[in-house]
Nanobody, 124 residues
Framework: QVQLVESGGGLVQAGGSLRLSCAAS????????MGWFRQVPGKEREFVAA????????SYADSVKGRFTVSRDNAKNTVYLQMNSLKPEDTAVYYC?????????????????WGQGTQVTVSS
């Protein structure tokens, strides 16, 4: 069992930065690939970024590539999402999720555990 708690969301002006954190419970965190997703009301939850269990591989949605960076610290059981050059269209609730042995980072169905989400609002 893995419990995930996101933090670091808030209100920021366009062009600003935020760093989201996702703290995980359990001693098996380092065996999970981790993903970040976001959702706005009335739309499906969409993939943002993912990182492999050892941090050796990452992937990003085209909409955030070059602006967002995903990283992890297995010693601290935490995964991060550094968000720079934020745009109003980045406004959403951001969720972290964990999967082990899944076949895709991009499908929400492949993830076993989810956090409760943290709101990010970017003003123009």
């Amino acid at each position: 069992q893995v419990q995930l708690v996101e933090s670091g969301g808030g209100l920021v002006q366009a062009g600003g930065s935020l760093r989201l954190s996702c703290a995980a419970s359990g001693r098996t965190f380092s065996s999970y690939d981790m993903g970040w997703f976001r959702q706005v009301p009335g739309k499906e939850r969409e993939f943002v970024a993912a990182i492999s269990w050892n941090g050796g591989s990452t992937s990003y949605a085209d909409s955030v590539k070059g602006r967002f960076t995903v990283s992890r610290d297995n010693a601290k059981n935490t995964v991060y999402l550094q968000m720079n050059s934020l745009k109003p269209e980045d406004t959403a609730v951001y969720y972290c999720a964990a999967q082990r042995g899944g076949s895709s980072w991009y499908s929400i169905r492949e993830y076993d555990y989810w956090g409760q989400g943290t709101q990010v609002t970017v003003s123009s």
